[in-house]
């Protein structure tokens, strides 16, 4: 097999990898023993305080895997472990571009998009912010989304549930 076709597959991996755990750290770290960093992430936007969330840490907290793969992928005979880290990368860019940029609207980069996908990132993602607290949670991944929120709701609802993104 081709060199290059390993070190894709291994990105794609890293990458795909990277939504389960992006799941898992959120429903069972943000949302558990790190809740102080999280919180402020789930108050509604006035009553937050500068541009900045504590929430934000969790940046630092997923690149650091990302540039030790970086290192020592390229430190060592252990090319692979670079991509990896290039999968880790690419799906931070991912996360920042739909969580931050799209769906919470810190950055005016694009507006809201409009098909049956990016609709139900919207709600699924209204429906985990409707809750305010660190439990009864759901719709902790960003993009693998439960069938449900694919289903058309009344204008109303839908609107509801997709303020809770931005509120």
């Not at 769906?103 to 980069?109: G, Y």
């Not at 429906?127 to 449900?148: I, Q, Y």
């Amino acid at each position: 097999m081709p060199s290059w076709l390993i070190y894709t597959l291994v990105t794609l991996a890293a990458y795909i990898g990277m939504e389960f755990m992006a799941w898992f750290t959120h429903k069972y770290v943000m949302h558990g023993f790190l809740w102080k960093w999280h919180e402020d992430h789930h108050q509604p936007k006035h009553e937050k305080e500068g541009f900045f969330e504590k929430n934000d840490r969790f940046f630092l907290v997923f690149a650091i895997p990302s540039m030790i793969c970086y290192i020592t992928g390229s430190a060592t005979p252990h090319f692979w472990l670079f991509f990896v880290g290039v999968g880790i990368s690419l799906y931070g860019l991912t996360y920042f571009l739909i969580h931050d940029v799209y769906i919470h609207r810190r950055f005016s980069w694009f507006k809201q998009l409009d098909n049956p996908y990016s609709r139900a990132i919207l709600r699924a993602h209204g429906a985990h912010h409707a809750k305010r607290t660190k439990e009864e949670g759901e719709s902790f991944g960003l993009l693998v989304v439960n069938p449900k929120f694919f289903k058309k709701r009344p204008k109303k609802e839908d609107e509801a549930l997709i303020k809770n993104n931005v509120a």
